[in-house]
């Protein structure tokens, strides 16, 4: 007999793991014991050599569905005492040391079962297990331990808590172990003021009031959600008007997965997103379309499945219910509501019924969103059942702020060598938002016992972010370093994926500040961690009154053709009537005396021009929505590719010569979206190619948020691989600005780096 | 250098050079001029130049501006305007008749203004030296012994007065100088405030800050005021006033009016009570046809700018760097 020390590293604290542990050794006859580490599990295992190849070989095949394992680590040791069973030891006072948190995990189908046969959870909607329930949203402080949670203000009950002791017991330790007798409860408020305690008349008058078309505001597990009947085109308009938002698409929750599978074309892929632990929106292709006031007429919707005990029996309760629009419980601009208070003043007026339930929301988390992109489902928007799960990064992050970017935001901080990004936050220049990075924040520092020694931001110097990093570094005398915006994208992506060294990175943004203070967003770069050179870029266009560029597409149409033909340009005669011609006047007077006009290289823009030039949308009624149009556009058209210039692949004008000359000749607008983007595409991977071979690199990093569009990434990635070159697309950080802090994060860290070194 | 937009980096420049080269506790008042003690009263000194292109534009000229310009700087410190100095650059070759018709302006300007020009000086720099001709003027007004403007008096609960409405300079002088058509001419407001300022300062009980939000818009001074008395100044969008041909004209140039240089106009902050009054009389003034209450200074826990939008969303009105640069991803 052997003693071993086993360590295992990764998410396996707070999801069930020792319990699994106990069973397999158990179950194998061997003896030692188990207990939690700064930074995993140490199992300490007498066996013999071959029990021990054993038992490490199951030890990923036992672990609950929810566990990471990063890493094992398997020691032998002196045996300096003998085990005679197995134990699991009670959890050490921990250090400061520990970055791993679960994230928020749908309510398990044993729950759902204990639900039916536990007479003191009969019914009970807040019942969890040590492999489900709410984690990130309720931790107030590490080591995790209900006492530093929100569910402290709930004492268990004897019952409970002999759950809660019995290592046999799927609640073993379980922190949010709760029962009908000792747990949270909701409570319904109705428009008349009247309040409902009983669980099972709260679900009825929630069915009913949806099933009648009514707006419902519910208290979830990262905030509020407002919800109605997703096939109720009435009541889809009610719910937008409470919200304030008129046109962007909407998720809906289908009852069951066969429900969604009916509507829409699940791929396997999404089949297992939909229905995994992490329960996110998935952006998924419907077989027919019917419901415009969901989607904005989009092909594409996103759709979850339930992931409260709540949510299957709002539907069991309103069985002609097929879907429900579930959607964050905000007026628009602002974040997702979490304190009742708030709730009751904002929606009481406007809402048929606000539920709560009396226990507090301490992180807030929105819904996050996947797609599929090159085979593989990837966050757009990452947030709850993902955060705060970390990132490993190869140089030491200890004690860095990232702030992250503007628009689609987010912040990281820095523990040992783990990146901790934090959830979506959304756009800083909207004080509600703003608070809430701030609120997330402090919570993150307090929870991770972070202590700051450095803030990286944007070059950018008027995004909200960097002006509070600035603050920030000024009020505690850090030392400030910026990061250019697609140098962060790309180090993002080496970060994801542990590469060092150089890469090429194709940068497909939208806006970036660049070393040279013009706006970047198309570009090829050659990158280490530390370092960057622009080898190319997309030639740069005029934006015509800068942001409002970004926001009104028809302007870069104008901006296109001006730049090619000046003033004699072919608009195409519907744009002209569309726009007018005394706005285009002034537009190209604009250019032509460079007021207000910053250039961009960048990859958004002259999707927004294409897409107006096409008629899609001249206006953007929110982020991307004429390239997402332009997308949708060029759906089932042939794979036709125009000309370029192979020793200047990059060279727009001949794309952009065949464009207008196609619209002029009449061919149907969806062969030349698909022909734009089939092109577009070659284009950027004939560079990629040349300059691969010229810089003799082989490894390439695909960032920014152009790359949310499919068609093209999808593309992409083919034409690459076939070409011979590595092209790594990110799979756990969005490819859009809420990555921007992990790669700020990366930089920062390989620059402190450098200079411990050279020292 | 690169600091012309009037924003972050200006003040950066501020604070970095001048403010440490000539630090005293006149200059450290910060605000539109210094008020000095005397024997038996207060002066107020201030000192502006004027580069402004196109010398003439619809609603004035380079002259006007020189004029108005610091004798508003003059009431924001709650002095009556009495002299001012005329220091002139002149590019060699430029028309003696431009002359004439610029110094004519000042001179009426400064009748319109009760104040005399005293002192002066002219220099001629070669050809493609400066653009045409510069102007510098100073000007001493006197502060009656009962009024006490500044920073420090700006506290929680005051409203938030402009004179009138904003953007119609900064957009008359870009749509000159670059020829932009527009359907309506946008005149540039340029005046000197003398008979709001008196009539209020003699009409309402307190009055806590004055400031002409020139360079760098409502925004930036509203920024300058919320950072140097630690408060947080909130306006409603709904109430500021901005003429629909400037409104039209801002759309299309992307421009935030916000952010567009004033020179007809000043911000008066005051106890909320005396709002009403306030109002009443500076509506009295043709120059104070569209006073209008923009806001409050809602808190003093934190320096910030907020602007209540229609829809129940809050922007942050930041101090810019300097030009607005592009954010949207
Ligand atoms: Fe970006
Ligand atoms: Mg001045
Ligand atoms: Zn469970
Ligand atoms: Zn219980």
């Given amino acids: 007999m052997n003693h071993y020390h086993i360590h295992v590293r990764g998410l396996v604290q707070g999801v069930g793991f020792r319990p699994c542990i106990y069973r397999l050794a158990t179950e194998m006859g061997l003896h030692g014991y188990v207990e939690n580490s700064n930074d995993g599990v140490l199992i300490v295992l007498q066996a013999t050599d071959e029990e021990k190849e054993h038992f490490v070989q199951a030890l990923p095949l036992v672990a609950p569905a929810v566990a990471t394992i990063e890493r094992i680590d398997v020691e032998e040791c002196p045996a300096n005492c003998t085990y005679d069973r197995f134990e699991i030891a009670s959890s050490r006072s921990e250090g400061d040391e520990i970055t791993r948190v679960s994230p928020d995990i749908a309510i398990c189908p044993e729950c759902l079962q204990d639900r039916r046969r536990q007479p003191h959870r009969k019914d009970y909607p807040f019942i969890n297990c040590t492999h489900c ?138 089949r297992r997103a939909l229905t995994s632990w992490r329960r996110p929106i998935v952006l998924s292709h419907e077989r027919a379309r019917h419901a415009r006031w969901l989607n904005d007429g989009y092909h594409s919707l996103g759709v979850l499945l339930p992931y409260m005990a709540i949510h299957y029996d709002l539907f069991e309760a309103a069985p002609s219910l097929r879907r429900i629009v579930v959607t964050s419980g905000n007026r628009s601009g602002n974040p997702i509501v979490i304190a009742d208070g708030e709730a009751h003043d904002l929606f009481d007026p406007q809402v048929d019924l606000v539920v709560s339930y009396n226990r507090e929301i301490y992180n807030r988390v929105d819904d996050s969103v996947v797609c599929e992109y090159d085979g593989l489902c990837r966050p757009v928007r990452r947030a709850r059942g993902y955060t705060p799960e970390p990132l490993h990064n190869l140089q030491s992050t200890e004690g860095i702020v990232a702030v992250g970017a503007e628009q689609v935001s987010s912040f990281a901080v820095g523990k040992h060598d783990d990146i901790l990004l934090s959830q979506y936050v959304g756009e800083l220049s909207r004080r509600g938002n703003l608070g809430f990075f701030e609120e997330s924040f402090s919570h993150f520092a307090r929870i991770f016992r972070f202590r ?173 929505e004429a390239p997402q149009k332009l997308e949708q556009l060029a759906e089932g058209s042939a794979e036709r590719l125009y000309p370029f210039d192979p020793d200047n692949p990059l060279d727009i004008s001949w794309l952009v010569v065949a464009v207008v000359d196609e619209l002029n000749r009449g061919i149907p607008r969806s062969e030349i979206a698909g022909a734009f983007h089939a092109t577009y595409a070659a284009m950027w991977c004939a560079e990629v190619v040349r300059q691969a071979a010229q810089q003799k690199l082989s490894r390439v990093v695909l960032s920014g948020g152009v790359l949310q569009n499919k068609r093209l990434v999808d593309r992409l990635m083919n034409l690459l691989r076939q070409a011979g070159l590595q092209p790594y697309l990110p799979a756990v950080v969005p490819c859009n600005d809420a990555g921007i802090a992990v790669g700020q994060m990366a930089v920062a860290a390989a620059w402190l780096e450098e200079r411990e070194r050279k020292r | ?106 001179r009426e300007a400064a009748t319109r203004a009760g104040v005399s020009i005293v002192t002066g000086d002219t220099k001629v720099v070669e050809h493609g030296k400066c653009d045409g001709l510069y102007i510098n003027t100073s000007g001493i007004g006197l502060v009656p012994g009962n009024i006490e403007i500044g920073l420090h008096r700006v506290q929680k609960g005051d409203a938030v007065i402009v004179t009138g409405p904003i953007g119609n300079h900064g957009v008359s002088i870009l749509s000159t100088r670059e020829g932009l058509n527009f359907e309506t001419t946008i005149e ?33 001074t509203l920024n300058e005021i919320a950072e140097g008395a630690g408060v947080t100044i909130t306006l409603d969008e709904q109430s500021l006033p901005i003429e629909p041909p400037v409104r039209a004209a801002c759309d299309l140039l992307g421009l935030d009016p916000l952010y567009v240089a004033n020179e007809g106009i000043l911000l008066i902050f005051l106890p909320d009570e005396h709002a009403e009054q306030a109002l009443h009389i500076i509506r009295n003034d043709p120059h104070g046809k569209g006073a209008r209450l923009i806001g409050h200074v809602t808190d003093d826990r934190r320096p910030e700018v907020l602007l209540e939008l229609a829809l129940g969303q809050t922007r942050v009105l930041d101090m810019l760097s300097g030009e607005q640069l592009p954010r949207i991803c």
């Fill in chain 1, 133 to 270: 329930g709410p984690r990130f949203t309720i931790i107030q402080a590490l080591p995790y331990d209900r006492a530093v949670t929100t569910m402290s203000d709930f004492a268990l009950c004897d019952t409970c808590r002999s759950e809660y002791a019995d290592v046999t017991d799927r609640r073993f330790h379980a922190q949010p172990i709760a029962c009908n007798r000792c747990g949270p409860a909701y409570t319904l408020c109705d428009s008349g003021g009247a309040r409902e305690h009983d669980y099972r008349h709260i679900v009825s008058r929630i069915a009913s009031v949806l099933t009648g078309g009514g707006v419902v505001a519910l208290k979830s597990l990262g905030g509020y959600n407002l919800l109605c009947d997703a096939d109720n085109e009435q009541a889809v308009t009610r719910l937008r008007e409470v919200k304030g938002r008129y046109a962007k698409p909407l998720a809906v929750m289908y009852r069951d997965e066969a429900t969604a599978a009916a509507d829409l074309d699940l791929t396997d892929e999404e």
């Fill in chain 2, 188 to 220: 540039s407001d340029t005046a000197a405030l003398t008979h709001i300022v008196s009539n209020l300062l003699a009409g309402v009980p307190d009055v806590h800050m004055l400031r002409d939000p020139t360079r760098g818009g409502l925004s930036s």
């Fill in chain 1, 452 to 624: 700051p020694r450095c803030v990286v931001c944007d070059l950018h110097p008027d995004y909200a972010a960097t002006v509070w990093g600035e603050r920030y570094a000024a009020e505690h005398q850090l030392p400030l370093y910026r990061v250019q915006h697609h140098h962060a994208h790309a180090a993002a992506v080496m970060a994801e994926y542990d590469l060092a060294g150089e890469v090429l990175a194709l940068c497909l943004d939208g806006t970036g500040y660049g070393d040279d203070c013009t706006i970047w967003g198309g570009e090829l770069l050659r990158c280490s961690r530390s370092r960057y050179t622009r080898l190319s870029h997309q030639p740069y266009l005029p934006m015509p009154g800068g942001d409002v560029a970004a926001r009104e597409p028809w302007r870069m149409a104008v901006s296109l053709l001006y730049s090619l033909y000046g003033e004699s340009m072919p608009l195409p005669h519907d744009f002209v009537e569309r726009i007018g011609a005394d706005r285009i006047r002034l537009v190209c007077r604009m250019i032509a005396r460079r007021i207000n006009t910053p250039l961009s290289s960048g990859a958004g823009r002259l999707f927004d021009a294409v897409a107006s030039l096409l008629g899609v949308a001249d206006f953007n009624r929110y982020q991307a």
């Fill in chain 2, 1 to 106: 250098l690169a600091h012309g937009g009037g924003g972050r980096m200006t003040n950066r420049l501020i604070e970095s050079i001048f403010y440490p080269a000539f630090a005293n506790q006149w200059l450290e008042q910060a605000h539109d001029g210094a008020t000095l003690p005397m024997p038996h009263s207060r002066l107020a000194f201030t000192t502006d130049s004027f580069v402004v292109s196109p010398l003439f534009f619809p609603g004035g000229n380079i002259g006007d501006l020189a004029v108005n310009g610091t004798v508003n700087d003059l009431l924001c410190c709650g002095a009556t305007p009495l002299y001012l100095s005329a220091a002139f650059i002149l590019e060699e070759g430029l028309p003696l008749d431009t002359l004439r018709q610029v110094v004519q302006a000042m």
